[in-house]
C-alpha cells in the first residue's frame, strides 16, 4: 500500500463531514458542520446535501439539524459480524482444546456497548455434565469473573461512575456487594492479570477470566473457563500459565 497515495478531494471532504458526527456531537447544524471542517457554508450544504441523498445523514425537518443516517445501520452489522467471524476463528480452536485439557467449559465472551456477552462456548468431549451460557446474554460486571476482568481494564474514573450507577445485585451468599470489596478485588485482579468467580452468580460454579486487548489497548472481550468450584481451584494456576503464554504471544485483535 503506497505510503501517501492520491485522495480524491470532495470524498476525503465528505468523510470530514461524517467524522464530524459522534457521542458528543450527535447532532449538527450546517453552520456548526462547516466550522468544524473550515469549509464555506455553501460547499459543506452541498456535500452534506449529497450525503442526505445516499442516506449517510439525515436531516431533522424541524430544527434543521443533521445526524447520521440508516444506510450505516445494515454495514455496522456486516462489520460486527466479520470482525466475530475473524476473532471466533481465530480463538475457536484453543478454546476446544483449553476445554479438553481442563474439563471445563471454555468461552469467548465480546463486549458491545459496554456490556460483556458470550457469543461462542466449546465444552469437554468427555463429560456427562456441561456448563453452558445463552449466546448474547449480558454477564452482570460485578458477580462474574468476566466482567471483573473488564472492570479491572477500565480508568479508575469509569469504574467509580460504575459503581455509583449501578445496583451491585446479590446473586449468592458469594456476590460481591459492598464498592470497597469490589474496588479490592479488581486492584488484585490488575496485579494477577487474570480474574476468579467461586459462586458468586450460581451457587457451587465458579470460573476464571483472561481479557483480550485490541490494537488499541483496550479490552474488547475475554477467554473464560467454567466449571465447579473445586475444578476452578484445581486448576487456576496450570490454566492460568496456559492461556496467559497463549494471550502474551497473541496479535492485538481487531
Keep these: 500500500?503506497?505510503?501517501?497515495?492520491?485522495?480524491?478531494?470532495?470524498?476525503?471532504?465528505?468523510?470530514?463531514?461524517?467524522?464530524?458526527?459522534?457521542?458528543?456531537?450527535?447532532?449538527?447544524?450546517?453552520?456548526?458542520?462547516?466550522?468544524?471542517?473550515?469549509?464555506?457554508?455553501?460547499?459543506?450544504?452541498?456535500?452534506?446535501?449529497?450525503?442526505?441523498?445516499?442516506?449517510?445523514?439525515?436531516?431533522?425537518?424541524?430544527?434543521?439539524d443533521y445526524h447520521l443516517g440508516l444506510a450505516f445501520i445494515p454495514k455496522a452489522n456486516l462489520v460486527e459480524d466479520q470482525y466475530l467471524f475473524h476473532i471466533k476463528n481465530k480463538i475457536q480452536p484453543m478454546l476446544r482444546k483449553w476445554a479438553n485439557a481442563f474439563s471445563?467449559?471454555?468461552?469467548?465472551?465480546?463486549?458491545?456497548?459496554?456490556?460483556?456477552?458470550?457469543?461462542?462456548?466449546?465444552?469437554?468431549?468427555?463429560?456427562?455434565?456441561?456448563?453452558?451460557?445463552?449466546?448474547?446474554?449480558?454477564?452482570?460486571?460485578?458477580?462474574?469473573?468476566?466482567?471483573?476482568?473488564?472492570?479491572?481494564?477500565?480508568?479508575?474514573?469509569?469504574?467509580?461512575?460504575?459503581?455509583?450507577?449501578?445496583?451491585?445485585?446479590?446473586y449468592t451468599d458469594l456476590t460481591i456487594t459492598a464498592p470497597e470489596q469490589l474496588l479490592s478485588e479488581i486492584e488484585k485482579i490488575r496485579h494477577c492479570g487474570y480474574a476468579l468467580e467461586i459462586g458468586e452468580i450460581n451457587e457451587g460454579i465458579g470460573s476464571i477470566a483472561f481479557p483480550i486487548f485490541d490494537k488499541r489497548k483496550e479490552c474488547i472481550g475475554t477467554i473464560s473457563l467454567s466449571g465447579a468450584n473445586e475444578?476452578?481451584?484445581?486448576?487456576?494456576?496450570?490454566?492460568?500459565?496456559?492461556?496467559?503464554?497463549?494471550?502474551?504471544?497473541l496479535q492485538p485483535l481487531g
Excluded at 458526527?21 to 456548526?32: G, Q, Y
Design 104 to 170: 471445563l467449559s471454555a468461552r469467548l465472551n465480546m463486549i458491545d456497548d459496554g456490556q460483556l456477552m458470550t457469543v461462542f462456548t466449546e465444552v469437554p468431549d468427555n463429560t456427562r455434565y456441561m456448563i453452558m451460557t445463552r449466546s448474547r446474554t449480558p454477564f452482570p460486571l460485578h458477580a462474574t469473573a468476566s466482567g471483573k476482568a473488564y472492570l479491572a481494564s477500565l480508568p479508575d474514573s469509569v469504574i467509580d461512575t460504575y459503581i455509583k450507577d449501578t445496583r451491585l445485585v446479590q
Design 1 to 64: 500500500m503506497e505510503k501517501n497515495p492520491r485522495t480524491i478531494q470532495s470524498l476525503a471532504r465528505a468523510f470530514a463531514i461524517l467524522d464530524c458526527f459522534d457521542s458528543v456531537h450527535p447532532r449538527l447544524s450546517i453552520t456548526e458542520i462547516s466550522d468544524i471542517v473550515k469549509l464555506n457554508v455553501n460547499t459543506t450544504r452541498g456535500l452534506v446535501n449529497t450525503l442526505v441523498h445516499f442516506h449517510y445523514l439525515s436531516r431533522d425537518e424541524e430544527d434543521n
Design 231 to 249: 475444578q476452578i481451584y484445581e486448576e487456576e494456576k496450570t490454566a492460568a500459565e496456559t492461556l496467559f503464554g497463549y494471550l502474551n504471544n
